[in-house]
């Protein structure tokens, strides 16, 4: 499971994104194909002025 930096969701390794609160699926990941993908391959970065300022990965440590 990898969680948003901001604890709200979790994605599945099988591509569920998870609702933290409500503890429900609210989306499937998918690519720009529509098909279906895991979350092991995917990273969160946030920008600020076009700059990466913090990032999380499929380890669930954030990194500034």
């Known amino acids: ?3 948003r930096l901001d604890g709200a969701h ?3 390794s099988s591509g569920e994104v998870i609702d933290i609160a409500s503890r429900k699926i609210v989306a499937t990941l998918t690519d720009e194909k529509r ?3 895991g ?11 076009g700059q990466p300022v913090k990032c999380g ?3 669930g440590y954030g990194r500034e």
């Open 57 to 59: 990965d499929q380890f």
């Open 1 to 3: 499971i990898t969680m």
């Open 39 to 49: 979350s092991e391959k995917m990273v969160e970065i946030h920008w600020k002025d």
């Open 10 to 12: 979790a994605w599945s």
């Open 35 to 37: 098909r279906e993908v």
